[in-house]
């Protein structure tokens, strides 16, 4: 049997800052199998005040083994002039890589450039510089919109193209792709169907999707991570097209993925098809999160409470707010003629949500994985219409949906 005071004896490192005994390794230097020595630290604030010099091995060790590559040939690939780390709700960009408590093993990737929008395009009032101006002032924040015949025509067609861009990012996943190059699909797809990606600047949001992988519940921003063999991602998309806007989202698998995983995407998508059958007019909206909150929990799994369905047309996110969770205070009963979203977060552990230093992931508490699915929808005379529905021509990548 080891003894415990030997092997402490053996790895007693002291504080590259101060030279006080270290506990702490830096985990970039961990991730590169760098030595130990020089890379330990007494405390965190140790550590942030040796960064600026400190990092300077991370650097050094990645042009000696790989040579000067870009990010996104590797996944340890150090941030450059156009590839770096977002801050404060994309407002701010670093070339450090942020110092956190993480709550599981995912951590931040530098993220590129911001993508181009040709002149063509009619773009929703944040596109130039930021800062949604209708939106938060809007009656609508209060007043569950019924929308004419003419308003739900255009967002048949947003939300179908909302969809096919949706299954165009679903056809590219796989091992080894960055979630940027999901973006760029989603980008392009976007563009080429004449409509805006809604996310891309929405209250500084960097990317035009948002892709959220393993730990992260939702608005996950697309970098040069790699996919890896047993991840789970999802894909949020939005377009805005002729003054209306169209939202989804779908978890897909990446090669090989745990039976755990497997069990908590396929009851996330029931969760969200058996909310989705209560829908007609007369139901209050508060029953949805019961329905989810049944579901998810006769399967020993949790429901996000910090982020809710939304209404959804002219504006991009309006009344009324659509929690998941059950016992919610949601008022309001539904009628013909609205447009809303319903996008439950279901988690493996805990529904406690924390938010990364970007301002924007939100991850769990725990560090276990979180899955989701979203659909924009119609409420009919006697029913619902799923506005973003799969098509005949939607990939198929949920087994539960083939035979
Ligand atoms: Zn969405
Ligand atoms: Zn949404």
Redesign the pocket.
């Known amino acids: 049997m080891a003894g415990e005071s030997d092997m402490a004896e053996t790895t007693t490192l002291s504080c590259a800052q101060c030279g006080k005994p270290a506990h702490l390794q830096c985990p970039k230097c961990v991730e590169l199998k760098l030595p130990r020595e020089g890379a330990a630290f007494c405390t965190q604030d140790c550590f942030k005040a040796s960064w600026v010099s400190h990092k300077s091995v991370h650097l050094k060790a990645k042009l000696s083994s790989f040579g000067p590559g870009t990010p996104g040939e590797q996944n340890s690939a150090a941030p450059d002039d156009d590839w770096l780390y977002c801050l404060k709700k994309g407002q701010t960009r670093t070339p450090k890589h942020p110092l956190f408590d993480w709550t599981g093993t995912l951590r931040p990737y530098p993220i590129s450039k911001k993508r181009i929008i040709p002149a063509h395009i009619d773009q929703p009032d944040w596109a130039m510089d930021g800062i949604p101006k209708e939106e938060p002032n809007s009656d609508l924040q209060h007043v569950v919109e019924i929308k004419t015949t003419e308003q739900i025509e255009r967002m048949r067609e947003t939300c179908r193209i909302a969809r096919e861009v949706l299954d165009a990012a679903a056809r590219v996943i796989r091992v080894g792709v960055t979630t940027d190059e999901i973006d760029e699909v989603v980008h392009e797809a976007t563009i080429a169907a004449g409509g805006y990606p809604s996310p891309l600047n929405y209250h500084f949001f960097p990317k035009s999707c ?1 892709t959220s992988v393993n730990e992260i519940i939702c608005h996950g921003i697309p970098d040069a991570r790699k996919l890896e063999d047993g991840d789970i991602v999802n894909v ?3 377009v805005y097209y002729k003054g209306v806007h169209g ?3 779908e978890t897909f698998f990446v090669g090989n993925v745990d039976e755990a995983s497997r069990r908590l995407v396929q009851c996330t998508y029931e969760c969200l098809e058996k909310a989705i059958a209560i829908v007609k007019p007369g139901v209050r909206f508060r029953e949805i999160g019961e329905v989810i909150n049944r579901h998810a929990s006769m399967s020993g799994l949790s429901v996000v409470k910090s982020y809710c369905g939304h209404g959804i047309g002219e504006l991009f996110h309006c009344a009324p707010n659509i929690p998941h969770y059950g016992r919610n205070k949601a008022v309001g009963v539904m009628k013909a003629g609205q447009t809303f ?1 319903i ?1 439950p977060m279901i988690n493996a552990g805990v529904w406690r949500d924390r938010m990364w230093p970007d301002g924007w992931t939100a991850v769990t508490a725990d560090g276990k994985r979180s899955a989701q699915f ?1 659909h924009t929808l119609l409420v009919t005379g006697t029913g619902v219409e799923v506005l973003t529905a799969r098509l005949p021509t939607s990939p198929k990548v949920f087994p539960w949906l083939n035979s």
Do not use: G
């Open positions: 948002c949020d998309v939005t939202d989804l989202n979203t996008e979203e």
